[in-house]
């Protein structure tokens, strides 16, 4: 689906309220530490792909002593906003953030120790070029790991699952976990493991809908004005839908590169 609306100052200023400083996705620290879990990653290249304004690439700078972490995205309005967080969270010597095309990574082969992502893989379409790419940038014995927004199954979306869609306007590149274990399997990746997230991030969606419409209410229309919060909730709404009819789904992904 095409793109209709960017990450702009509103869509991140509602974003951040609901998920955190740095944070367009749901979980902030808690779930980048998770997708992370048993992971050392002392010394390691780290590249954050789909970076957003920053949050995790800036959270495993702090936590976990890579030697470097270089965060990638399309928007570059995020990307500035990205290395403005780094520098007031006082690791901007070693993390750095690039506005790249969409397409194959400007990097060598090789390139990097870990590949990390926190739903960003939902907007790129085609998976099976994705994970070729990200099997070349990983050196021998690099790990992908990373969370993502997926669709329940292979069926046709329903009427809803279109809806949520068309009133969210990002671009999404929905595909089954079936088709992301076919295609880390087949770009050569080996130990792929899945954890679903789906039931917590329904939880989540039915939580985050009520502070919209109530406690954060005041404070965004002030901040993104009326129409546009009002616009927001209708989206929740129909995540909320599709997420309790597990149409939509989300769930943790590992991967070596032998």
Known sequence: ???????????????????????LSPGGNDETAMVLQQMH????????????TGGSACFIAQEYDPAEVV???VEAGVVAKATANAADAGVADRVTFLAIEPGP?????????????????VHIPD?????????????????????DWMAGSDEPPSPALRHYEALEGLGFGLASPDV??????????????????????CDK????????????????????????????????????????TAELGAGHWRAVRP
Not at 127 to 147: C, I, N, Q, T, Y
């Open 1 to 23: 689906m095409e793109q209709t609306q960017d990450y702009d100052d509103n869509l991140v200023t509602l974003l951040e309220a609901l998920w955190g400083d740095g944070y």
């Open 41 to 52: 990653l002392g010394g390691a290249r780290v590249l954050d792909l789909g970076c957003g």
């Open 71 to 73: 965060g990638v995205d």
């Open 105 to 121: 990574l400007p990097f060598p082969d090789g390139r990097f120790d870990v590949v990390f992502s926190k739903d960003a893989i």
């Open 127 to 147: 998976k099976h070029a994705l994970a070729r790419e990200l099997f070349r940038v990983l050196a021998p014995g690099g790990v992908f790991a990373a969370s």
């Open 180 to 201: 992301y274990f076919a295609a880390l399997r087949a770009a050569g990746f080996q130990q792929i493991s899945y954890r679903d997230r789906t039931p917590w991030l």
């Open 205 to 244: 969606t039915h939580h985050e809908l009520d502070e919209l419409d109530g406690r954060l209410r005041p404070a965004l229309e002030a901040s993104v004005g009326r129409e546009f919060l009002d616009h927001e909730v209708d989206v929740w709404r129909a995540l909320r839908d599709v997420l309790d």
